[in-house]
């Protein structure tokens, strides 16, 4: 069982910027991708980015450009840079990992962390 643990979270004025962790207890080069999800209230979550074992990224739309993903494998952390921050952005930020073939996926989350984004 992996776990997941987020920090960074925390609330900020437009444009301002945070920085996202999520710690591994195993090694995250293992995993297919890592992935970071976020849930507005009273919507469903939504893929926001990912990386993959490889270090290929890809963002939403709403946020490509503004966001960045990386992972540490040494540190079995992936962070989320969050730039140029809308109130938009307001949401439970969760840690998603991957692993195994599709047959035999795992997959694991964090607690989340909340993001609110001041206007």
């Known amino acids: 069982q992996v776990q997941l643990v987020e920090s960074g979270g925390g609330l900020v004025q437009a444009g301002g910027s945070l920085r996202l962790s999520c710690a591994a207890s195993?090694?995250?080069?293992?995993?297919?991708?890592m992935y970071w999800y976020r849930q507005a209230p009273g919507k469903q979550r939504e893929l926001v980015a990912q990386?993959?074992?490889?270090?290929?990224?890809a963002y939403a739309d709403s946020v490509r450009g503004r966001f960045t993903i990386s992972r540490d494998n040494a540190k079995n952390t992936v962070y989320l840079q969050m730039n140029e921050l809308k109130p938009e952005d307001t949401a439970v930020y969760y840690c998603?990992?991957?692993?195994?073939?599709?047959?035999?996926?795992?997959?694991?989350w964090g607690q989340g962390t909340q993001v609110t984004v001041s206007s």
């Open positions: 998603n990992a991957k692993r195994g073939p599709l047959y035999l996926r795992e997959d694991y």
């Open positions: 990386i993959t074992s490889g270090g290929w990224t």
């Open positions: 195993e090694n995250i080069f293992n995993m297919n991708a």
